[in-house]
Structure formats: C-alpha cells, structure tokens
C-alpha cells in the first residue's frame, strides 16, 4: 500500500508542485465537518450520521497525505523518485 502511495504521488507530482491551498482546504473543511457530525452522532446516533463521520475522516485523511506527499516534494527534485524507489517490494 505505501508502494502504491508513493507511486501514485509520483506520478501526479513529478511536474507540477503541490497545492498548499487544497492541503489547507480538506484538513480544515474535514476538521469541521468531523466535528460536525461527531456532535450530530452524539445528539443522534444513526447509521448516516456514522457514515457522514467516515467521510469527514476520509477527507482529513486525503489532507494529511497530500501534505506528505508536499513535504517530501520539499526535500529535493529527485525525492518523489527517490522515495517511489526505496519502497519498492
């Protein structure tokens, strides 16, 4: 799985550089929205409710990769390569 992360990242990211302003948009409208629904699922709990949460989550989650992925960019030119390389089974 983290082969295919870092494959994927290279491939989308070894022209053009990562957008802090998505990074910042999926941390922050998931965060929102996980706190959202965690207080709707309190209030309520339903099946939605508990689905709408784990989308939230997956937003959050898309985020924090797409910073990784922007972090590692930072390293150097070669560094998506490089990591795409190192985890190769």
Known sequence: ?????????????????????FELFAVGFGAFLVAAYIITVFLNPTVPNAVRLIVAIAL??????????????????????????????
């Open 1 to 21: 799985m983290k082969a295919l992360f870092w494959h994927l990242a290279y491939k989308l990211y070894a022209v053009r550089n990562p957008s802090t302003g």
């Open 60 to 89: 959050v989650l898309i985020g924090l990769a797409h910073r990784q992925v922007r972090l590692e960019k930072t390293k150097g030119g070669n560094a998506l390569y490089e990591k795409m390389l190192s985890t190769k089974p």
